[in-house]
C-alpha cells in the first residue's frame, strides 16, 4: 500500500510543498501521539491540509526576521528628531516623572550622525544606515512601538515570543506550527546568531516550548565547522561515509522489520522517515550555506566583496561588521530560495563588555556606528537581491529590537533604556512601500498619540496575516490555557498591508 | 504599560457565580467532575471469562468500561516484553541478560511480585522517578532570563526528591514539607531542604538585583516571582492553573483575584536565596550548644573590656572617639576600581596554611603593617571578602621566613572579627628592621560552601616617618588566581584598594591604635588579666568546637531574605503586603489580601484564620494543611492521575497539570476515585500505588495492536492494550552509558556539568560542544545533569527532556530528523558506541557472538539469525563500533514494548 507521503510524491506533489510537507510533519505527530488530534485543543484545521492555506489567501510564504540584541537606538538611526538637534545639550524636560533604567536622564542629545533624506518618499535616515536609503522607498516604518520594561531578558522574550517570561514558543516556532515546511530537506525555522554569541536569553528566544520539538529554531552557524549541531560525525572518525551509508541502509531494513511485526504503531514509520530527512539534510544544509559560488555581483549587494583576509581589529569596526551581518543575510537569502519558512537573523550577543551589542550606554557613536553600518549594508544588500530574484514579494522582512533609547544623554555619549517608544520596520510581501505609521513625539520619548501606540501584538498580528493566519485561530492549549503568539492582544495594522 | 504577561482569558471550569460571594453559592456550583467530593465508589462486578481476568480492582474498572465499548483487552505480555517493561518503568535502565535468564526461568509463582519488589527497594527507583517530579516543579540549576546565572546549592532539593521517593515519604509528608517544612519540622535537613521546592523554578537576577523593589520594574518582578510560586504549588499538587486570576476573574472562573491574590499573600515574605540547613539533628543540637557559650563568653569579654575603659577613663574615650570618627569620615568614600587585590588558590576546607608577602627590596625599619580587605560582591560578600579569619603577621629578612623571623601580629588563636573595608593597622614592638613583610593565613574564610579563600587588597608597610614603603615593591605568595585586572599579586602594592585612605590617615589610624593598645596594658590589673585570659580560652574553646563541627549544608530555597543592595528581601519587615491589583497592574494595587486559597471546599473558609502579623510561615502551614485535607478533591486524584500517566504514558485525565474546564475528561473517573480514596486513606505510599498498578492485568497486557480494537478506540483511551513507550532522553542516555558499561551510579550531590563554563563573571556562557563525553565525572545518571534554563543541553533537549522554564506536567514526545543526527553524530553516542564496542570485545571472542552478546545487553533477547548474519557482514567491512552505533539507532531500541 502506497504511504500518504509516496501518494503525494508520485501525484507531481500538486498540492505545493506547503500542504505535502505539512502532511508529513502531521503525519508524524499524529502518529507520535498514536490518535487522532483530540476535540477542539492544538488541531490545525483540516482544510489546511487540502488546500495549503491556512485561514486566508496569503499575501507571503516565508519571514526575515533581523533582531537587534541590546536596543538599538531609534534616534540615532531611523527616528529623524530635528527637537534634539536644536537643543543639544539643554537641560532635558519630560514633563512627568520618569523612571529610567539607569537614570540616564542628562541633557537632550542629538544624534552623533547626520540625518539626509532618501528615495522618493525623502525619508530621513542618519549616515550609519544610509546604504538602506536605495530601498528606503521599500519600507515600512512603525516609530511608535512600546514595550513593556526595560529589563532586557523580559523586552527580549516579548519581541521574540510575545511573552516577558520565559516558557514561551518563538515567533518562528508558530510560523513553523501554522504553515509547514516548504522544503523537504531543510529546517522550516533557521536561527542565525550573532557570531560572537548569543544575545540575552540565548536558545530560550526561539525554543518551541510547548509546541513539539520539530518546530523549534535550527541554528545554523555559517562558516562553522558543523555548521548544524550533529549535522556530520568528527572527522577523522571511525564513522566514514560509507560506513554511515550501510549503516543507515541497514539501520531501515532492520527498523522497516520491526515495524511490520508490530502493526498499528505509526511513530515506528515516523521514526524511519525521520532519518530519511535527516539524509536529506545532509545533503542540502551543506550546499545551502556554500556561498562560495556566488558571483561577485552578488558578494558586492551584501559588503562581502572587502578582500579582507585574516584577523579582525580588537576594536569594534565596520568592516568586521559587515562582513559577519552580510554573510547571515546572504545565507538567510540562500535557505529562503530553499524553502525556509522563517529566518531569524540576529546582530549582538549578550550584554557584557566591551560592548559587542546595541547596548550602548556608554557611547553610542562608538558602538552604534560599527553595528548599524554593517546591518544596513547586508540588509540593504538582503532587499535588493530578494528583489532582483522576485522574491521580496511574497517574503516579508521584519526589522526588530528589544527597545529604543532615551533622547536623554546618559554618561556624556551614551543613552539608556527607553522601553516608551521605539522603531520597527516591515518589507516585502504586502507590505505597503513606503510609508511611516505612528509618529514618536518630538523628542522620540513617547508615542506622539500615547492612546494609540503600537505593540508587539499588532506586529505579530500583522505579520501571521501576510502569511493568511489569523492571530486569533493560531492556538496551542497548554495547562489549560489556549495558548498564542499574541497572548489575548493583537489588531493587524491595515494601514501598513498594500 | 506595565501590564503582565499571561493575562489570558481563562474559560475554566464551572462556577457561574463569582466566588467573591461564595459563602452563598449553591453546591451545583461544584458539580464538576474534578471538584466533586472524593467517595470510593464500589468496585465492578465482572463475570464469566472476564472474571477469570480480574487480578485486583484496577482490572474489574478497566474491563467494565472495556465491555461497554465492545473492546477486547489483549493478551498477557512474555516475561521477556515484561521485565524489559517493568525495568525501564521503575528504574529507567534496561535488565541486563543474566537478570532477565533469572526472571525466565524463575518458576516460582510470585515471581513477577519479587521482581517488582525488588526494583521498588533499588536506589535506581528514586532517581527514575524524582525525574518525573522534578518535571513537574521544573528545577533547574541556573537562574534564567537574563545572565543566566549558576544556582550552585539547588541540587539538595533534588536529591531530597530522589530520597523521598527512595525512603516512600507519605504523600501527605511530602507535600507538607515540600511548603512549610522549615516551619513544621525546622532543623531536620528533610524539612529545610524540600523548601527548595518553592524556589526551584527560574528568577530574574537582573530584575532583583539590579532593580530596586522601589521601582516599577523591580516591583513587576517581584509580582511575577510570586506568582511563579503559586502558580508552582496550585498546579503541582492541585491541578489547577490559577495564573490568569492575577488581571481579572471570569465569571465561570473558581478562581477569583481575591484568591490568587490570597495565594500570593501566602508566599508574600519569601524570595529565591541560599539558606543553610542542618544535615543531622545532633550536630544541630551540639551548634546550638557551643553557639550559646560562645554568645556567653564574648559576652563576658565585651564586660572586661568595658571594664578596662572605665578604669582607663576619658583618656581612652577620647582615643576612641578619635579613632571612631577616622573611620567614619573615610567610610563610603570608595570608588570600584576592577583591581580588587590578591585572591589565593581555593581549597576545599578552611584550615589550610596560605602566604603573602612583600619584598621591601632592602632591610627597612618599619612601625606599623596595614592590612586592607578587599571588596567583591561575589556571592554578596562585599566588603571584607577574603580577610582571612586568623593569621599572623611577620618580618623577616629571610624570603622563606626561617631564620630571623619577628611576630608583629598574632591572631592565630580565635577567629578575627571581619574588619569589612576598614584598614587593620598593627604595630610593631620596637626597632625592627625587615626585608620582608609576610602575612600568614592560618584559617581560611568561607566564600562559597565549600569553598575557601584569603585575599587582600592591600598590605602598606609604613616607616617610622609614616611612609608605605610597600608600594609597588614585589609580592610573592604560596599560590595566586592570577585573573587581571581584577586579582593579581601586584594589586596588593598597587596604592589601591576600595575607599581608599590616604596615607596620613592610616598613619594617623596606626599612631591611636598604638596609643590605645599602650593605655590598656596600663589598666589591666593581674586579676583583670587572669578573668580575660579565662573568657578568652573559653570562647577560643567554644569556637574551635564550633569549627570542628561538621558543615551545615546550603540549600536554595523560598527564604524570608536578608540581603543588601536592591536584593534586600524582607528579614525583620514581615511579609510584603499583597493587594489586588486592578488588571494584573504594579501600579493599580487595590484591596489588601489576606492569606488563603481558592474556595472549592464546601464549609472550609477560602481564607485562612491566620493573624496578619503571625510569623510568615504561619500562612505556608495553613496553605500545607488545607492541601492535605482529606476532603481536599483534587490534592489526591492530581497525584494518583501522575503515578498513572508514567506508568501507562497517558494518563486518565491526559492534562496531568490541568483538572478544570479546559483540561481534559477523565476516561475512567470511578477508576481515578477510588485510586485516590484508596491512596488517601492507605498508607499514602507510592510504592503501593505502584504496586497495585503493575500487578494488574491490565499493565501486563501486550502493546501490539488489534483491527478490531483499533476501529474502535485507535488512540487506546481504554487501555486495551499497553502503550508502547517512547524511553525519554534520561532513560536514553543512561542506558547508552550502562550498555556501553560506563554508567558511574554514584549517588547525590553537585551536578556534574556537562559544559565549559565561560564568562561567569557576567553572562555565562554554556559551552556544550567544549565537553568532552569521555570525561568520567559526567558518566552520572542524567537526573544528576547539572540543569542550565537558557541553554538547554542540546542532546538532551533535542530529545524532548523538560524544559525547566515550564512546569511539565506531560512532556512532548516527538519525532524530528534533528533528532536522528543527534543519535548518529553526537559526540557522546560515538564515544560511547567505542565503549560498548570495546566492552563485547572484551567479553566475547567472536563476531557472531559479541553481536548477539550486544542484542542481549541493549535489547534484552537474542539476535535472529538474518539479524545477526547481516549485522555480523557489517561489522567485518565497518567494524564494531559502527555496529553499535547503528544499535543505537534502532527503533527497537527507542521503544520499550
Known amino acids: 500500500m502506497l504511504s500518504r507521503r509516496d501518494l503525494l510524491w508520485q501525484t507531481g506533489g500538486g498540492l505545493g510543498g506547503v500542504a505535502l510537507s505539512a502532511m508529513l510533519q502531521d503525519d508524524a505527530r499524529a502518529a507520535a501521539r498514536n490518535e487522532p488530534k483530540p476535540r477542539a485543543a492544538n488541531a490545525m484545521p483540516e482544510w489546511r491540509h487540502r488546500t495549503g492555506v491556512l485561514h486566508h489567501p496569503p499575501r507571503a510564504k516565508r519571514v526575515v526576521q533581523l533582531f537587534m540584541g541590546g536596543a538599538c537606538s531609534h534616534l540615532d538611526t531611523f527616528d529623524y528628531k530635528p527637537f534634539l538637534e536644536k537643543n543639544h545639550g539643554k537641560k532635558s524636560d519630560f514633563g512627568e516623572h520618569v523612571e529610567a533604567f539607569q537614570n540616564g536622564l542628562g541633557p537632550w542629545m542629538k544624534s552623533p550622525f547626520k540625518f539626509r533624506p532618501y528615495g522618493q518618499t525623502g525619508k530621513m535616515l542618519s549616515d550609519v544606515v544610509a546604504p538602506l536609503g536605495d530601498v528606503v522607498d521599500d519600507m515600512a516604518f512603525i516609530h511608535n512601538l512600546v514595550g513593556k520594561t526595560g529589563v532586557h531578558s523580559q523586552a527580549t522574550y516579548l519581541q521574540a515570543t510575545g511573552f516577558q517570561m520565559p516558557g514561551f514558543p518563538g515567533m518562528g516556532c508558530w510560523v513553523s506550527y501554522a504553515l509547514g515546511s516548504e522544503n523537504d530537506n531543510l529546517p522550516t525555522f533557521v536561527v542565525l546568531p550573532d557570531n560572537r554569541g548569543f544575545a540575552s536569553n540565548g536558545p530560550k528566544n526561539w525554543h518551541a516550548a510547548f509546541l513539539p520539538a520539530d518546530h523549534q529554531g535550527t541554528i545554523i552557524r555559517p562558516g562553522a565547522k558543523n555548521p548544524i549541531a550533529d549535522l556530520f560525525p568528527d572527522k577523522g572518525g571511525y564513522v566514514t561515509r560509507a560506513s554511515d551509508a550501510a549503516g543507515q541502509a541497514l539501520l531501515k531494513r532492520l527498523n522497516s522489520k520491526h515495524a511490520e511485526s508490530r502493526p498499528g504503531d505509526g511513530r515506528l514509520d515516523a521514526r524511519i522517515r525521520s532519518y530519511e530527512l535527516a539524509a536529506r539534510m545532509q545533503l542540502a544544509a551543506p550546499e545551502a550555506l556554500d556561498i562560495s559560488k556566488e558571483p561577485q555581483h552578488v558578494m558586492r549587494l551584501y559588503g562581502l566583496d572587502h578582500g579582507h583576509v585574516g584577523s579582525w581589529p580588537k576594536e569594534i569596526n565596520p568592516l568586521e561588521e559587515t562582513h559577519y551581518m552580510g554573510r547571515k543575510c546572504l545565507v538567510a537569502r540562500r535557505l529562503l530560495e530553499r524553502g525556509v519558512r522563517f529566518v531569524q537573523v540576529w546582530s549582538g550577543n549578550d550584554n557584557g563588555f566591551p560592548r559587542r551589542n546595541w547596548d550602548s550606554h556608554e557611547n553610542i557613536e562608538r558602538d552604534h556606528g560599527p553595528l548599524a553600518i554593517g546591518m544596513s549594508t547586508a540588509i540593504a544588500g538582503l532587499i535588493k537581491d530578494l528583489k532582483q530574484r522576485g522574491m521580496l514579494d511574497d517574503t516579508v522582512i521584519l526589522w526588530t529590537t528589544e527597545f529604543g533609547r532615551m533622547p536623554s544623554t546618559q554618561g556624556s555619549k551614551g543613552r539608556d533604556h527607553n522601553p516608551f517608544v521605539f522603531t520597527n520596520w516591515l518589507a516585502g510581501g504586502g507590505v505597503k512601500p513606503g510609508v511611516t505609521h505612528g509618529p514618536s513625539d518630538e523628542w522620540g520619548y513617547k508615542p506622539a498619540d500615547r492612546s494609540k501606540p503600537t505593540t508587539c501584538y499588532d506586529i505579530h498580528a500583522t505579520v501571521l496575516h501576510l502569511l493568511g493566519i489569523d492571530h486569533e485561530r493560531l492556538t496551542w492549549r497548554n495547562n489549560g490555557i489556549d495558548r498564542r503568539l499574541t497572548d489575548v492582544h493583537g489588531h493587524v495594522i491595515s494601514e501598513l498591508i498594500a | ?897
Open chain 2, 1 to 897: 504599560m506595565q501590564r503582565l504577561p499571561l493575562c489570558i482569558l481563562c474559560l475554566f471550569t464551572t462556577l457561574s457565580i463569582t466566588p467573591a460571594i461564595a459563602a452563598d453559592r449553591d453546591d451545583e456550583a461544584l458539580d464538576f467532575w474534578s471538584l466533586r467530593p472524593l467517595t470510593r465508589p464500589a468496585v465492578p462486578k465482572m463475570t464469566g471469562d472476564l472474571a477469570k481476568r480480574v487480578r485486583n480492582p484496577i482490572d474489574a474498572f478497566i474491563l467494565a468500561r472495556l465491555q461497554t465499548h465492545n473492546l477486547q483487552p489483549s493478551p498477557q505480555a512474555d516475561r521477556r516484553t515484561l521485565i524489559r517493561r517493568l525495568y525501564f518503568d521503575l528504574i529507567g535502565l534496561p535488565p541486563t541478560p543474566p537478570e532477565v535468564d533469572t526472571f525466565i526461568n524463575d518458576k516460582r509463582p510470585d515471581a513477577y511480585a519479587r521482581l517488582v519488589d525488588r526494583l521498588l527497594a533499588s536506589p535506581r527507583y528514586g532517581e527514575r522517578w524524582a525525574r518525573h517530579w522534578l518535571d513537574v516543579v521544573h528545577y533547574g540549576d541556573t537562574h534564567g532570563y537574563d545572565k543566566d546565572k549558576l544556582r550552585p546549592n539547588a541540587w539538595p532539593y533534588r536529591d531530597y526528591v530522589i530520597r523521598a521517593f527512595n525512603e516512600d515519604k507519605p504523600y501527605r509528608r511530602f507535600v507538607r514539607e515540600q511548603v512549610a517544612g522549615d516551619a513544621l519540622w525546622p532543623n531536620t535537613r528533610d524539612g529545610v531542604v524540600a523548601t527548595g521546592f518553592i524556589a526551584a523554578g527560574p528568577w530574574d537576577f537582573i530584575g532583583h538585583a539590579e532593580v530596586p523593589e522601589s521601582k516599577i520594574d523591580g516591583k513587576v518582578a517581584r509580582h511575577t516571582d510570586r506568582d511563579d510560586m503559586v502558580r508552582t504549588v496550585m498546579e503541582a499538587f492541585t491541578s489547577t492553573t490559577v495564573g490568569c486570576a492575577q488581571c481579572h476573574h471570569h465569571k465561570f472562573d473558581p478562581v477569583s483575584m481575591e484568591d490568587y491574590y490570597s495565594l500570593q499573600a501566602v508566599f508574600a515574605a519569601l524570595d529565591r536565596a541560599d539558606r543553610p540547613y542542618e544535615i543531622d539533628p545532633q550536630t544541630a543540637k551540639e551548634r546550638a550548644l557551643f553557639a550559646r557559650d560562645k554568645q556567653r563568653f564574648t559576652e563576658q569579654l565585651a564586660a572586661i573590656d568595658a571594664e578596662i575603659k572605665h578604669l582607663a577613663g576619658p583618656e581612652l574615650a577620647k582615643l576612641d572617639a578619635r579613632i571612631a570618627a577616622i573611620n567614619k569620615a573615610q567610610s563610603g568614600k570608595g570608588k570600584e576600581r576592577p583591581e580588587f587585590g590578591y585572591h589565593s588558590g581555593i581549597e576545599r576546607r578552611p584550615d589550610v596554611t596560605k602566604w603573602v608577602q612583600v619584598d621591601l627590596g632592602k632591610p627597612t625599619p618599619i612601625a606599623h603593617v596595614v592590612l586592607v580587605a578587599c571588596n567583591d560582591n561575589f556571592n554578596n560578600i562585599g566588603p571584607g571578602f577574603g580577610f582571612p579569619v586568623r593569621f599572623r603577621v611577620e618580618a623577616s629578612n629571610d624570603p622563606a621566613f626561617k631564620t630571623g623571623v619577628t611576630e608583629i601580629a598574632d591572631k592565630t588563636a580565635s577567629d578575627y572579627p571581619n574588619p569589612k573595608v576598614v584598614p587593620q593597622s598593627f604595630a610593631v614592638g620596637g626597632d625592627v628592621e625587615a626585608r620582608y613583610v609576610r602575612v600568614t593565613a592560618t584559617k581560611l574564610v568561607n566564600r562559597l560552601p565549600n569553598d575557601y579563600i584569603f585575599a587582600l587588597a592591600e598590605l602598606l608597610v609604613m616607616t617610622p616617618e609614616r611612609v608605605n614603603t610597600a608600594a609597588g615593591k614585589k609580592v610573592a605568595s604560596l599560590d595566586s588566581i592570577e585573573a587581571p585586572d581584577r586579582w593579581r599579586r601586584s594589586n596588593l602594592t598597587d596604592r589601591y584598594y576600595y575607599g581608599v585612605w590616604n596615607t596620613l590617615d592610616v598613619g594617623e589610624l596606626t599612631k591611636l591604635t598604638a596609643q590605645r593598645d599602650a593605655i590598656t596594658k596600663r589598666v589591666l590589673t593581674p586579676a583583670l588579666k587572669k578573668k580575660r585570659d579565662a573568657a578568652s580560652i573559653s570562647l577560643a574553646a567554644a569556637e574551635a568546637a564550633l569549627d570542628k563541627l561538621p558543615e551545615r549544608g546550603i540549600v536554595y530555597a523560598g527564604v524570608v531574605h536578608k540581603g543588601s543592595g536592591n536584593f534586600v528581601g524582607r528579614a525583620g519587615k514581615g511579609p510584603r503586603p499583597i493587594h489586588v491589583l486592578n488588571r494584573g497592574q504594579v501600579t493599580q494595587p487595590g484591596a489588601t489580601a489576606h492569606a488563603g486559597t481558592i474556595d472549592i471546599i464546601p464549609g472550609v473558609a477560602p481564607r485562612f484564620a491566620v493573624d496578619p502579623k503571625a510569623p510568615e510561615y504561619e500562612r505556608r502551614i495553613a496553605l500545607a494543611n488545607w492541601l492535605v485535607r482529606k476532603d481536599n478533591p483534587l490534592t489526591w486524584r492530581s497525584i494518583v492521575n501522575r503515578v498513572w500517566l508514567y506508568h501507562f504514558g497517558r494518563s486518565i485525565v491526559d492534562s496531568p497539570n490541568d483538572f478544570g474546564q479546559m483540561g481534559q475528561r477523565p476516561t475512567h473517573p470511578e477508576l481515578l476515585d477510588w485510586l485516590a480514596v484508596e491512596f488517601r486513606d492507605g498508607g499514602q505510599s507510592i510504592k503501593d500505588l505502584h504496586r497495585l498498578i503493575v500487578t494488574s492485568a491490565t499493565y501486563q497486557q501486550v502493546s501490539t495492536g488489534s483491527p478490531a480494537n483499533e476501529r474502535i478506540d485507535a488512540s487506546n483511551r481504554f487501555v486495551w492494550r499497553m502503550n508502547r513507550r517512547k524511553v525519554e532522553a534520561e532513560a536514553l542516555r543512561d542506558t547508552i552509558l550502562y550498555v556501553a558499561s560506563k554508567l558511574d551510579t554514584t549517588m547525590g550531590g553537585p551536578g556534574f556539568r556537562d559544559f565549559v563554563l565561560e564568562k561567569p563573571q557576567h553572562s555565562p556562557h554554556y559551552k556544550y560542544e567544549k565537553h568532552d563525553p569521555n570525561d568520567p565525572k559526567t558518566h552520572r545518571r542524567s537526573v544528576y545533569r547539572f540543569i542550565v534554563r537558557s541553554q538547554p543541553q542540546p542532546f538532551m533537549d533535542t530529545l524532548d527532556c523538560a524544559d525547566p522554564s515550564q512546569m511539565v506536567g506531560k512532556r512532548n514526545d516527538t519525532l524530528t530528523a534533528l533528532q536522528a543526527l543527534a543519535l548518529l553524530n553526537n559526540k557522546f553516542v560515538l564515544r560511547m558506541s567505542e565503549h560498548f564496542a570495546a566492552r563485547l570485545s572484551a567479553e566475547h571472542n567472536t563476531l557472531p557472538t559479541q553481536i548477539n552478546a550486544a542484542f542481549r545487553i541493549a535489547l534484552s533477547r537474542p539476535a535472529t539469525t538474518d539479524e545477526r548474519d547481516a549485522l555480523i557482514g557489517y561489522a567485518k567491512t565497518h567494524g564494531l563500533a559502527n555496529t553499535c552505533r547503528l544499535i543505537f539507532n534502532l527503533n527497537e531500541f527507542a521503544f520499550v514494548d
